[in-house]
């Protein structure tokens, strides 16, 4: 394609990356009085919607490699936010569950988290937003 015709603000990546850092900007204040990171949010709200997860399945929900969220869930473990143990199924996985500090910390940001979004999607209609879902999923599974 030829560079001539790039316009940056008709490029897709850098509009997402432009939403996607204000919302973190909305909601990092939030996050700071739970001492938590971005990242660690989101394996705390992945494993809290799910009610638990393998290792492989937070990574799969939070798009962490592996070796990062070993790393994280060992220092979330030790703040006493989640639980891990070996599966009585297969003695290969490590399944997470959140433990009560975790899930009232969940259900304390959760709240947080939907009014940053509701912000962010002020002005659009229902079916906008169900099709922005629907869209952004799709670029997600393209590029799998």
Excluded: C
Aim: aromatic share 4%.
């Amino acid at each position: 394609m030829d560079a001539s015709l790039f316009d940056l603000d008709r490029f897709t990546p850098y509009l997402l990356n432009r939403a996607a850092g204000r919302i973190v900007e909305a909601f990092e204040s939030e996050l700071a009085v739970h001492k938590l990171s971005l990242a660690q949010w989101r394996v705390l709200a992945s494993v809290w919607h799910e009610g638990e997860l393998t290792q492989a399945g937070i990574a799969s929900h939070t798009s962490i490699d592996v070796s990062t969220l070993s790393r994280m869930l060992g220092n979330m473990q030790r703040r006493g936010l989640l639980k891990r143990e070996r599966s009585l199924e297969d003695s290969r996985a490590v399944l997470v569950h959140l433990t009560p500090e975790g899930k009232k910390m969940a259900e304390n940001l959760i709240p947080k988290a939907l009014a940053v979004e509701a912000r962010a999607l002020s002005g659009l209609s229902d079916a906008e937003i169900h099709k922005l879902h629907v869209l952004l999923r799709r670029m997600f599974d393209n590029l799998d």
